[in-house]
């Protein structure tokens, strides 16, 4: 049977969550919980949900935790059940978001077992969010200087059309940086305080040298 492991990336908007999310699951197989692609899932679908979210999604804000709390519960309990491994991309966002994740894992009889701490200076996440283009059919995040798809505006995954997000415009790049500051980079100091285990990644550096520091803790711990 597989080891489970249960991580979360944690950082900034446009650190690179979703980037190195999608190869963490293609070689570890975790199962990919974003609740950014979540909630963008309901705004498509024009659910009730779905049109409270966009409001606050498009000025860079957060969606409430109570929301948050539901999905979560719904996503992780079968995943765990089935003894799976889960991979948490921009989860927990604040404080009680954490206590729920802490305490919904051992509940369900598991554990959070290693937080990676994304760090990139401010300056250069503008730049990797305005140009940023993603699929909405499978997910694959591409950037148009630093990681472009082969035939401009096209995923090379699954032939899709790419698409800019609504909120990857820079004032509400700026909004979603100042609510991370304010919001979710405290989340950080609680993770110490509680003791959970933290790896520290430079985030500035080239898409596989991260991806290899992140994947070398990965490997250790499941040997
Ligand atoms: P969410 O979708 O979670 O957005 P985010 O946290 O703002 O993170 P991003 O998806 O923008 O960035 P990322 O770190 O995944 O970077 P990426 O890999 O794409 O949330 C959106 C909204 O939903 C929130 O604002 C909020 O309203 C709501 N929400 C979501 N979760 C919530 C929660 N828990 N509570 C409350 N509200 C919630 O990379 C960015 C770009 O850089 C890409 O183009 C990529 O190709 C490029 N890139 C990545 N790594 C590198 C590298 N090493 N070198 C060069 N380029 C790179």
Redesign the pocket.
């Known amino acids: 049977m597989e080891k489970a492991m249960n991580i979360v990336l944690f ?1 900034p ?7 190195h999310a999608e190869t963490l699951v293609k070689e570890f197989g975790f199962i990919h919980l ?4 979540l ?1 963008r899932k309901e705004v498509r679908e024009k659910t009730e949900l779905g049109v409270q979210a966009e409001k ?2 498009t000025a ?4 409430s935790d109570e929301i ?1 709390h539901g999905m979560i519960a719904n996503f992780v309990k079968p995943v765990i059940d089935n003894k799976g491994r889960v991979l948490c ?6 404080l009680p ?1 954490l206590d729920f994740l802490v305490s919904f894992l051992e509940r369900c009889g598991s554990q959070l077992d290693m937080i990676f701490v994304l760090e990139i200076p401010n300056e250069m996440l503008i730049q ?2 305005t ?2 283009r993603s699929c909405p059919a499978c997910g694959a ?3 148009i200087v ?2 472009p798809p082969k035939l401009d505006g096209v995923c090379d995954a699954c032939h899709g059309a790419l698409i800019q997000r609504k ?1 990857d415009v820079r004032e509400a790049i700026e909004e ?1 940086l100042a609510t991370y500051e304010k919001q979710t980079f405290p989340v950080l100091q609680a993770i110490e305080t509680k003791g959970l285990k933290v790896a520290k990644i430079d ?1 500035s ?3 596989e040298v ?1 991806y290899t520091q992140i994947a070398g803790y990965v490997r250790e711990f499941l040997k």
Not at 13 to 19: D, E, I, W
Not at 34 to 37: A, E, F, L, N, V
Not at 60 to 63: A, D, I, P, S
Not at 89 to 94: A, E, N, Q
Request: charged residues 20%; contains cysteine.
């Open positions: 950082g908007p446009g650190s690179g969550k979703g980037t974003s609740t950014g692609d909630l606050l999604m860079g804000q957060l969606v948050i991309d921009g989860f927990p966002r604040t978001q990797r969010l140009g940023r995040v591409y950037h630093n990681m909120d979603r985030a550096l080239q898409r991260c």
